[in-house]
């Protein structure tokens, strides 16, 4: 403004490259510096606008994607390197803040859901990349063999998941493919389908019926709250509300 660039009939003839010049860099490098006079360079930048992050519950579970040991514990703020030790893929959120003695809120971090032997999965589509993708099958087989085992085979972990199916719990899994499981380590095996969304987890939502317009059902048998949720919020054992809910006639049990 203050030069009359764009008011200045022959500074105003530059207007046309210029505009050429920052689209095709911007476009080209997510940078541009363009130098327009003596006194007056342009520097623009595109910056990558980030999702915000997924909500985390305190009953999720907190997983490692990558190897604990390749983390530098001295680049990290003091409560991660509180938690760190306490991240084992099996702890839930509410669990490591009360172990680790830090505030829930500064625990919620990257989790998978929480792992019970008698949890329900089944597959998704995406379980097909399993065998069409090589990187997934060797990241895969990386990550589900047991320590000190041999590698598993890629036969035996596709088979595993197809035989996770509504209504057949980790733990008849377990039993079921006992030969096929002796490579495999089926707790990580179940995160890593988790991950990469190759098995979505069937959960229990139990629903509170009633025609008593004076009584209300509980707030956490609405058919939006999950087992596991109820169980962490409540303290209860996966048992003890199967037990609770199994002798009130008004409470049905939904899966999804």
């Excluded at 992050?53 to 604990?68: A, D, I």
């Excluded at 229990?204 to 025609?211: D, E, L, S």
Aim: charged content about 25%; overall charge neutral; glycine content about 4%.
């Amino acid at each position: 403004m203050e030069s009359g660039f764009i008011s200045n009939e022959e500074s105003k003839q530059k207007l046309l490259p210029i505009m050429s010049t920052l689209l095709e860099e911007l476009n080209a490098t997510g940078a541009c510096t363009l130098p327009i006079d003596e006194s007056n360079t342009i520097n623009l930048k595109l910056i990558e606008q980030s999702r915000d992050p997924l909500t985390v519950q305190e009953y999720n579970v907190p997983v490692f994607t990558q190897c604990k040991d390749h983390f530098i514990k001295s680049q990290w703020d003091l409560t991660t390197q509180q938690i760190l030790a306490y991240i084992d893929g099996f702890r839930h959120i509410q669990k490591i803040s009360a172990e680790a003695d830090v505030e829930l809120n500064l625990v919620r971090i990257a989790y998978v859901v929480c792992l019970q032997y008698s949890n329900v999965y089944c597959t998704t589509p995406k379980v097909q990349s399993l065998i069409d993708d090589r990187s997934i099958q060797a990241e895969c087989l990386s990550y589900v063999t047991k320590h000190g085992q041999k590698r598993a085979r890629l036969r035996d972990v596709f088979q595993l998941y197809c035989g996770l199916t509504p209504g057949t719990t980790v733990c008849d899994l377990c039993s079921r493919y006992s030969q096929q499981l002796q490579r495999v380590d089926e707790r990580r095996l179940i995160h890593y389908g988790l991950m990469k969304a190759l098995i979505h987890w069937l959960q229990k939502y139990p629903f509170k019926v009633t025609r008593d317009e004076r009584s209300r059902p509980p707030r956490l048998y609405t058919g939006c709250h999950s087992y596991v949720e109820i169980c962490c919020k409540t303290g209860m054992s996966y048992k003890e509300l199967d037990e609770h809910l199994e002798n009130d006639p008004n409470i049905i049990v939904c899966w999804k």
